[in-house]
């Protein structure tokens, strides 16, 4: 089982950039494709982006794209989310998670347990 940590959120304004980390215990994450997902209040868990397991091979939400950027750092035990151009709709919890399967890591309901997260509030 490996035990995920959240931080790096923050209030910030229209436009403005924030990193997300996302630091693992337990075990290596080398063997799981690793993902962010976001909850705003009212709305359900939604997949933000995922990464392969050796980090050749990223996927983004529409909303996203362009904007986000996942990374990983296999050797750090972390998995890092840059977002840039951040809109008021990015206002939520963001949450990471692992898959040892990369074919389910973006269906945020095949997750059993999730993190305290970390809150992102865009102000407009």
């Known amino acids: 089982q490996v035990q995920l940590v959240e931080s790096g959120g923050a209030l910030v304004q229209a436009g403005g950039s924030l990193v997300l980390s996302c630091a693992a215990s337990?075990?290596?994450?080398?063997?799981?494709?690793m993902a962010w997902f976001r909850q705003a209040p009212g709305k359900e868990r939604e997949f933000v982006a995922a990464?392969?397991?050796?980090?050749?091979?990223?996927s983004y939400a529409d909303s996203v794209k362009g904007r986000f950027t996942i990374s990983r750092d296999n050797a750090e035990r972390t998995v890092a989310l840059r977002m840039n151009n951040l809109k008021p709709e990015d206002t939520a919890v963001y949450y990471c998670?692992?898959?040892?399967?990369?074919?389910?890591?973006?269906?945020?309901?095949?997750?059993?347990?999730w993190g305290q997260g970390t809150q992102v509030t865009v102000s407009s």
């Open positions: 990464i392969h397991y050796n980090g050749g091979s990223t």
């Open positions: 337990g075990r290596t994450i080398s063997n799981y494709a």
């Open positions: 998670n692992a898959d040892p399967n990369v074919y389910t890591v973006k269906a945020h309901s095949r997750y059993d347990s």
